[in-house]
Each structure stands twice: as C-alpha cells, then as structure tokens.
C-alpha cells in the first residue's frame, strides 16, 4: 500500500500544472541540503576537537548534554515555522476499500524521513564515534547515547505534527507556550532554576546506563499513537466543515469609492486581505521588517558601500509591493475565470493592484523616516528607493504575474507556503532589487553619490510618466495569456 502511495504522488508531482516551478524549487531545495548536510557534518567532525581546545577541563559529552535542551526548543520552533508537513488528498481514497490507518501511517511514516530528521545525524554519530575513541565511556555506552538522540529527535518531529495541527490556524493559543519558555529562559540566565543544567545531568545518567534509551523510543511510540489517533479522527469528507459561528464581517470599504472605476476592485483586495490568513501576514510582516535596517545602519561597516542602502530602501519600502504583487493574479485564482468572463476592463483591473502597491510603498516609506537618526543619505536613499519602487517595480511586478498559473489556497498557513511561486517569481528578484543596486553604485563610482539619486529617481519619475501606457501594454500581455493562466489555476497539484 505505501508503494501505491509513494506511486500516486510521483503522477501528481508530473501532472501537476506547476511541475516546471516544483522541479525548479525541488533543485533549490536539494542544493540548500546539500549545504546544510556538509556545514551539519563539518560540525560534527569538528565538535569534539573544538570543545577539548576550548574547555580542557571539561568532559565533551557532558558539555554538550547540558546544551541539547537548548537545541531541541531551537529545533521545534524552526520546524514550526519552517517545515512542511507532509499531505495525502484523501477525498479519492474515501470511497475506496482502503484502511483508514494505512493512510495516516503513510503521512506519519513519511514525516519520519524528513531531511530535518537526517540533518541532527550528522552532528550526533561523528561526534558519537569520537567519543567512542577518545572518551572513557564503552561502546555500548555511546551506542545508547546515540540512540537515545535520535529517538529524541523524532520526539520533535511528532510534537511538531501536533503543534503545527493545533496552533497554525490560531498562532494567539501559542502564547502561552512562548510565555513559559520565556519565563524559563529567564529562570536559566539568572540561574535560579537551570533546567538545561538537569536535562543534560539526565542525558549524563543515561549514558551510564545505556538501557534506559528504551524511554525516549517509548516517548516517539506514544506520539506516534497520539498523532495517528488526532488524524484517523478527522478522516472524513466532511471534517472540519463545522466551525464555530462568528459574526460575520461586514467591512465594504466605502472609502474606496472616491477612485471611480477602480472602487470595486480595491474594495474586493481590502476584502481579501482582512479576511484571509496568508494575505493578512503581508501585513504583519512589512511591519515587522521595517525594523530590518537596525541590523545594518548602525553598523560603520556599510558606510562605505552606500549602494547596499538601496537593497535595504527598495526591501523596506517594498516588502508589501514584493510579497503581494508577486501573486496577482494568483490571488484572485478561485473566481478568476468570472472575472475573465465580465465585460471588465483588464487595464482597470491591474490599474487598481497598482494603485494599492503604490500606497503600501508610500505608507512603509513614511513610516522609515525615523532612520533619518542615522543620517540624511539614509532617508533621501529610502525615498528614492520608495519613487523607484513606485515607478518602476510595481509595472514589473504586475508584467512577471501574467505568467502565474499556479492558485493560491488563501486558507492555507503562510508559513513555508510555496503555492502560486514559479520562475516567475524567483527571476523577477534580479530587476526588482539586483538592478537598482547596480544602476546606483555604477553612478556613484563614476560621478557622485547625488547623481546616482538623481538617477534612480528620474527612473521612477519616468515610469510614472509613462505609467498609463505601459499599463496598456502589460493588460494586453495578460489578455494574450488569458486561456492559459485560466487553465493554471484549474489544477489542483502542488
């Protein structure tokens, strides 16, 4: 039965309308494991050697027992937010003589052979082998140790199944969680209560008598149960259909109503955004890296090199425009074929996404003015950056989204979510970002830093000037490729 599964994945993986994208994004991914197995391996190797340099007087297994708690809270809440569970579209397997729990084992048994469960071997068994060669212990004893890091590894993994069903769709029931954590990372720095301290001393307990591994492999049986049995009680057609009832949103935006022709298409992204998860964590999250340029403006090191202020102005000022305009009109995928059927202008349609990017890079501008603290360049950089933005990355953002044929599931976690991203969206990061980088420090090198402005700014100002035609260029691109973006977001595969 796995085979038949591992074999009906493979067909909807190459029949997929995106399998381009997810071949594309598979190589990437593979190269980033790559990475991270030699950077992963390299530290385990090194790890023992190192600790002797560094803490002579120090037993290196011990030392690192006391740091694996710290590890594994580090290790849940990366998976949290980074890892992808894995899927299995059940609704063709219903009507099947199928066994509900060979499907979920299926889910769960594939979980356990995520690469984020293979990346902690690298440092445990080169680190496990110079112990057994160089520390006091036995052979039996380390073996056991080893184990035991495994087995605790796959903990975090079922843990994460559970924490990622229960808390992605309300992140508020989290806090709680993050509040304990907080308040015993606190109890630890002032050393009132050191709990790493005691979870490695058990760590130190178990090595010395290796068979109590035996606890942390009933630990992995019992969550594999505990997840198994969560699954099997929602393999239904009908699960999760009943929520729990709301007052219902009734928001229409009638401000919107003063732009004409472009009203109900920005009253229907306002809408869109307020009441959908992904969308609405574009939000938060221009928010949240408006605090980006904290890492790098205070450091003298980049003062040298001002053209990497722009990088920092166009992703500051952007990072809406960037995160919501690499999507249209995936957004719009469920009822894009309506609007395509309408007597509906295509020019007014993207007219209003422009008009909506604008505003987001004029407000995020505003709100990085407080940077001026760090100099004047910093703001006349950050506005330039913002008019460019304006000018020239919103026409290309709109240009690049006529080749997005992948739709958006708006429910979805926002996290480590690839729908709708194709080549698309990996190229067009070259003129969004690399080019004006470029355009600028080429200016500035060979004639000064206010001409490498006034460049950058009479490129906005330009695509501002010329912003009605090359909309009528882009909303012909997009009529051109109607039948095939329309056929895209038919498809279901991932």
Request: with cysteine; aromatic share 18%.
């Amino acid at each position: 039965m796995f085979k038949r599964f591992l074999w009906l994945e493979w067909k909807s993986f190459f029949r997929s309308a995106s399998v381009g994208k997810s071949i594309g994004l598979k190589v990437l991914l593979i190269f980033l494991a790559l990475y991270f197995s030699v950077a992963f391996l390299a530290l385990g190797i090194g790890l023992y050697p190192l600790l002797q340099e560094y803490f002579p007087d120090q037993d290196p297994l011990q030392l690192v027992n006391r740091f694996v708690l710290l590890w594994l809270v580090f290790e849940l809440g990366f998976r949290f937010f980074i890892q992808t569970l894995p899927v299995l579209d059940i609704k063709p397997l219903l009507n099947l003589p199928i066994p509900r729990r060979k499907a979920v084992n299926f889910v769960l048994s594939k979980s356990m052979y995520s690469f984020f469960n293979f990346l902690p071997l690298f440092i445990i068994i080169p680190f496990g082998i110079f112990c057994i060669y160089k520390a006091d212990y036995g052979t039996w004893n380390l073996l056991g140790w080893m184990l035991a890091m495994i087995a605790i590894t796959q903990c975090v993994n079922f843990l994460n199944f559970i924490f990622k069903k229960r808390f992605t769709d309300d992140l508020k029931a989290l806090i709680p969680a993050i509040l304990t954590v907080v308040v015993l990372a606190a109890l630890e720095y002032f050393r009132v209560f050191e709990i790493s301290f005691w979870f490695g001393k058990m760590l130190d307990f178990l090595v010395l008598n290796p068979y109590l591994v035996i606890i942390p492999i009933v630990l992995v049986v019992v969550l594999f149960k505990w997840n198994q049995h969560n699954l099997e009680s929602k393999f239904y057609l009908d699960a999760g259909l009943k929520q729990k009832q709301k007052d219902a949103d009734t928001k229409d935006f009638g401000w919107t109503r003063k732009f004409g022709t472009l009203a109900p298409f920005l009253q229907q992204d306002l809408k869109l955004i307020w009441r959908n998860k992904r969308p609405k964590t574009t939000i938060y999250m221009s928010f949240i890296l408006l605090g980006y340029g904290m890492f790098f403006y205070p450091n003298d090191a980049y003062q040298q090199f001002e053209a990497f202020y722009v990088f920092i102005g166009i992703f500051m000022t952007g990072i809406f425009m960037i995160n919501f305009g690499q999507f249209v009109p995936s957004w719009d995928a469920s009822y894009y074929p309506l609007i395509m059927s309408q007597n509906i202008p295509m020019k007014d349609y993207l007219s209003s996404k422009a008009l909506l990017l604008s505003f987001s890079v004029i407000l995020l501008a505003i709100l990085t003015t407080p940077y001026i603290y760090f100099g004047w360049n910093i703001l006349l950089i950050n506005m330039v950056a913002a008019l460019y933005n304006i000018g020239v990355n919103v026409p290309i953002l709109l240009y690049s989204g006529s080749f997005n044929k992948k739709k958006i599931d708006l429910d979805k976690s926002p996290f480590m979510n690839y729908q709708g991203t194709g080549a698309a969206q990996w190229l067009v990061s070259i003129p969004l970002m690399v080019v004006p980088v470029l355009i600028f420090w080429l200016l500035e090198f060979f004639i000064s830093f206010e001409a490498a402005l006034i460049g950058l700014a009479s490129l906005g100002v330009l695509g501002l000037v010329l912003r009605a035609s090359l909309m009528e260029y882009i909303a012909g691109v997009y009529r051109k490729r109607k039948y095939a973006m329309i056929n895209g977001f038919k498809q279901t595969g991932e």
